[in-house]
């Protein structure tokens, strides 16, 4: 199994990534550059959402050109990494966590469209997506597994909560966020879940704390540490996802949910 490789903020490229080529897919939503290669002796194909030296900000992410460009080279899961902000107190930045509910209630894309493959009337495979949790528990397993092997501290479950930017967010607007049981946020992660829940890709979604959210200490995390632990996690995600994509075939991801389908 090819394994999909979806990467943020602080990571750029997979580092030791062998037989690595870089080139760009079509796909009905336009092209998206992909890089496929051999890492831990596993097929990788990679997708970094911002591209080198953050060319695309988070208003830019061509989430559905991204998703269907790795169901089409090949991938038959997709294991994802973000930094993200804390909204809980007593998570320390510095940690991962292995999500396992999802908030997203806009439901759209950067550009204000709603999220789903299903574009068009009458479109082959239109349905609805019917789940529990969106994220694939098989996947889950093997990111704190491998968070775990590779030493980093790594909290199981959170809500991941994704927010527009490219701005941060105000203290109204993570209270609303902290009341609804959200434990951190991030800018790009919940067009992936839903698009890789309706193309029946296995996916499951890693964060790195880099910062407590607007409002949750009394004293505002320094904009300096935020940019240190950025810098840290590509380290980190690194480490982690190098160890997860050797234990992916054994653990046997399957799609999540049902697709209630009318055709």
Same mark, same amino acid.
């Given at each position: ?5 979806? %990467? ?7 580092? @030791? ?11 009905? #939503? ?18 970094? /959402? $911002? ?26 899961? +997709? ?24 908030? *997203? ?22 349905? $609805? ?5 969106? #994220?694939?528990? !098989?996947? /889950? ?10 030493? $980093?501290?790594?909290?199981?479950? @959170? ?33 992936? %879940?839903?698009?890789? =829940? !309706? ?7 890693? =964060? ?14 320094? +904009? ?12 980190? *995600? ?26």
């Amino acid at each position: 199994m090819k394994v999909g490789i979806i %990467t943020g903020s602080g990571t750029y490229a997979l580092p @030791g990534f062998e037989d690595a080529e870089a080139r760009t897919v079509d796909t009905r #939503f336009g092209p998206a550059p992909v890089t496929t290669g051999t890492w831990a002796g596993v097929e990788v194909v990679h997708v970094s /959402r $911002h591209g080198e030296g953050h060319r695309r900000l988070s208003s830019s992410v061509s989430h559905q050109a991204n998703v269907l460009a790795l169901k089409e080279a090949g991938a038959g899961c +997709v294991l994802a990494a973000t930094v993200c902000g804390a909204l809980d107190p007593e998570l320390e930045l510095g940690t991962l966590v292995v999500f396992d509910d999802l908030h *997203f209630l806009a439901n759209r894309l950067p550009d204000g469209s709603l999220c789903t493959l299903y574009t068009e009337p009458g479109m082959p495979g239109r349905g $609805h997506w019917i789940f529990d949790r969106p #994220f694939a528990p !098989e996947l /889950r397993g093997v990111l704190l597994d491998a968070a775990r092997a590779a030493g $980093h501290p790594v909290r199981d479950g @959170g809500c991941y909560g994704h927010v527009d930017g490219p701005r941060f967010n105000t203290r109204t607007e993570i209270r609303m966020l902290r009341q609804a049981g959200v434990t951190a946020v991030s800018q790009t992660a919940g067009p992936e %879940t839903v698009l890789c =829940g !309706e193309a029946e890709l296995p996916y499951a979604l890693v =964060g790195y704390a880099t910062d407590y959210a607007n409002g949750v200490p009394d004293e505002p995390t320094p +904009v300096q540490t935020l940019i240190e632990l950025i810098g840290r996690s590509g380290a980190v *995600f690194a480490g982690t996802l190098r160890a997860a994509v050797g234990r992916v075939p054994a653990a046997g991801p399957r799609p999540v949910g049902t697709h209630f389908r009318f055709d």
